[in-house]
T-cell receptor, first 110, second 114 residues
Framework: GQNIDQPTEMTATEGAIVQINCTYQTSGFNGLFWYQQHAGEAPTFLSYNVLDGLEEKGRFSSFLSRSKGYSYLLLKELQMKDSASYLCAVKSGGSYIPTFGRGTSLIVHP | GAGVSQTPSNKVTEKGKYVELRCDPISGHTALYWYRQSLGQGPEFLIYFQGTGAADDSGLPNDRFFAVRPEGSVSTLKIQRTERGDSAVYLC????????????FGPGTRLTVL
């Protein structure tokens, strides 16, 4: 089985930087996703990391360390609209199906 | 819009009733996935179709749950003898091909079993 752990809730200030961590335990790791989900809406794809290192995409960056079973999502220049749940998900064992963590609810306040 | 659509958006039913939830994937997408999401949880995998066939149904919780995709496009998730514990948001997603990393999710159907 897989075990994915991320904080339940985080708060941050508009304009600041926030880092959302995700740790996982799995065998046959293939890759790690980050999704954003606003309340009552569908998850939307943010990133997919396969190799170690940092991948930057605008205000959002995602980091992966395969040896440590660790990833983080970095959000810069926070905006109120970034208030959402951020889901970490892992693909492993050659499966096409990602396993999702419980999500981190991010609250951005003025 | 050419996104994934799901109907109905909300469904309220009574315990013991039968329900059908529909998913229209993005046109041309061959892979289709059903997930269930409870409040405060991430999506939980139910079943995955490649074309018309169920490639992986290991996530279906029991035999009250069944899904079909007869023409390789629209899919219907069917739940018999609904129970209060079935209440959740049922999400559908599609991807262009089997194994594609990006899945496109629909808005979900919120099912409430009274």
């Amino acid at each position: 089985g897989q075990n994915i752990d991320q904080p339940t809730e985080m708060t941050a200030t508009e304009g600041a930087i926030v880092q959302i961590n995700c740790t996982y335990q799995t065998s046959g790791f293939n890759g790690l996703f980050w999704y954003q989900q606003h309340a009552g809406e569908a998850p939307t794809f943010l990133s997919y990391n396969v190799l170690d290192g940092l991948e930057e995409k605008g205000r959002f960056s995602s980091f992966l360390s395969r040896s440590k079973g660790y990833s983080y999502l970095l959000l810069k220049e926070l905006q109120m609209k970034d208030s959402a749940s951020y889901l970490c998900a892992v693909k492993s064992g050659g499966s096409y199906i990602p396993t999702f963590g419980r999500g981190t609810s991010l609250i951005v306040h003025p | 819009g050419a996104g994934v659509s799901q109907t109905p958006s909300n469904k309220v039913t009574e315990k013991g009733k039968y329900v059908e939830l529909r998913c229209d994937p993005i046109s041309g997408h061959t892979a289709l996935y059903w997930y269930r999401q409870s409040l405060g949880q991430g999506p939980e995998f139910l079943i995955y179709f490649q074309g018309t066939g169920a490639a992986d149904d290991s996530g279906l919780p029991n035999d009250r749950f069944f899904a079909v995709r007869p023409e390789g496009s629209v899919s219907t998730l069917k739940i018999q003898r609904t129970e209060r514990g079935d209440s959740a948001v049922y999400l559908c997603a599609s991807s262009a091909q089997q194994g594609d990393n990006e899945q496109f999710f629909g808005p979900g159907t919120r099912l409430t079993v009274l």
